[in-house]
């Protein structure tokens, strides 16, 4: 079983501000991934990264971005918060074994003020 | 692209049986996953199919027909606690592989 860690597991925000949504796992997964979800509705996927140094936007356009520098490591950043940002943000990982699963953490709901 | 089809909603009793349908278009396919997801919570891994057939975990079975681009999710023996959203998710076949997925089906089972 992955151990992937998200923090805040909340966050309330004032508009303007610059955050960091932080994302790691400790079982060494080359995968990792950003999903975006609305109550009640599906994940879009943001972001993903195949390994070091690896970054690609995902599915859903979304003014944040995300480095990869550590293979555990994964955070996301939103330069500027606005109240369109409000959301819960999902990170998981997968090994690159093609039939592994995503692992998910706990989530940071966001809300921005 | 990839395009998963999958109900709103469904109700259920308790004890009975229930099948959740997906059906997916995908530009190349590399595996079906079924997650869970109670509210408010993350999602949680049942099943992965990438070849035709059924496969049994306990209560949930998933099958996977990839020339009909179809699966379901099979529960059995419904308890309380199975009221959940379940998600379907296709994962591609390009470099990334990336996993996509359905709206999700909002299940719940009543007394």
Known sequence: EADIYQTPRYLVIGTGKKITLECSQTMGHDKMYWYQQDPGMELHLIHYSYGVNSTEKGDLSSESTVSRIRTEHFPLTLESARPSHTSQYLCASSPLDFNSPLHFGNGTRLTVT | ?111
């Open chain 2, 1 to 111: 692209g990839q395009n998963i089809d999958q109900p709103t909603e469904m109700t259920a009793t308790e004890g009975a049986i229930v099948q959740i349908n997906c059906t997916y278009q995908t530009s190349g396919f590399n595996g079906l996953f079924w997650y869970q997801q109670h509210a408010g919570e993350a999602p949680t891994f049942l099943s992965y199919n990438v070849l035709d057939g059924l496969e049994e975990k306990g209560r949930f079975s998933s099958f996977l027909s990839r020339s009909k681009g179809y699966s379901y999710l099979l529960l059995k023996e419904l308890q309380m606690k199975d009221s959940a959203s379940y998600l379907c998710a296709v994962r591609s076949s390009g470099g990334y592989q990336k996993v996509t997925f359905g709206t999700g089906t909002k299940l719940q089972v009543i007394p």
